[in-house]
């Protein structure tokens, strides 16, 4: 096995166990008050189409120091998650704050926010609205024209709007600037090459140290 293919394995199970981590549990609070048995069901329902899966892997091929380097790939995958929970809906704790349905709350958990993604992303909490296009990549106002002439305005913008690793923000004029992932998410990311640092030092495999060289922004 080579060692990059070991590293892919091991990333893939870290991130799938941090997936797994959490079971659904629709009524772990106490469930809802009286007069609510109507919409406490159909939520209950939206929360029970969904089943817990547990992973496994035979770790037996991995050395004790690999097998040191999961939890901290575990922990890296969960900034990760950070990152994605603050681009798709930041809000979410003091959504989930203002919620007393647990089912309710846990379909917010689920969904990372409150839209239902096996429902064409409707809302299902009153007030919260239509999901914005871009969500929290773009701005909210942002039309596909405004975008296409920004980005075609120069080499050098179409590049930096259209990058895999950029968030579009309005500046002060309210044009359209890119701003590379690294600096918005700076403290995810950062915690998440910490852990991949470590982990890299338990490398058994000098090949594989390689991964000891991430930063945020490369």
């Not at 992973?55 to 969960?78: H, V």
């Not at 998650?81 to 007393?100: C, E, F, K």
């Not at 929290?136 to 930096?160: I, K, Q, V």
């Not at 992932?181 to 338990?202: F, G, I, S």
């Amino acid at each position: 096995m080579s060692p990059w293919t070991r590293w892919a394995m091991m990333a893939a199970l870290g991130a799938s166990l941090l997936g797994c981590r959490e079971g659904v549990d629709g009524g772990r609070d106490g469930g809802t008050p009286a007069g609510t048995d109507a919409s406490a069901r159909s939520m209950s329902a939206k929360v029970a189409q969904y089943t817990t899966v547990r992973l496994t892997a035979d770790l037996t091929g991995l050395s004790e120091r690999e097998r040191r380097m999961l939890p901290l790939l575990i922990e890296a995958a969960s900034e990760m998650d950070t990152v994605y929970q603050q681009q798709y809906y930041p809000a979410r704790d003091s959504l989930l704050a203002s919620v007393q349905d647990s089912a309710t709350r846990r379909f917010i958990e689920i969904n990372y926010g409150p839209w239902d993604r096996l429902d064409g992303d409707r809302p299902f909490v009153p007030g919260a609205g239509e999901r914005p296009a871009g969500v929290e990549l773009y701005p909210h106002d942002l039309t596909t024209e405004e975008f296409e002439r920004a980005a075609n305005a120069s080499p050098a913008a179409g590049r930096a709007l259209r990058g895999q690793y950029t968030v579009v923000r309005r500046d002060s004029a309210r044009g359209l600037v890119a701003i590379p992932y690294h600096e918005v998410y700076a403290a995810p990311m950062r915690r998440a090459a910490t852990k991949l640092r470590q982990a890299a030092a338990l490398a058994d495999d000098a090949g594989s140290g390689g991964i000891s060289s991430f930063a945020p922004g490369h």
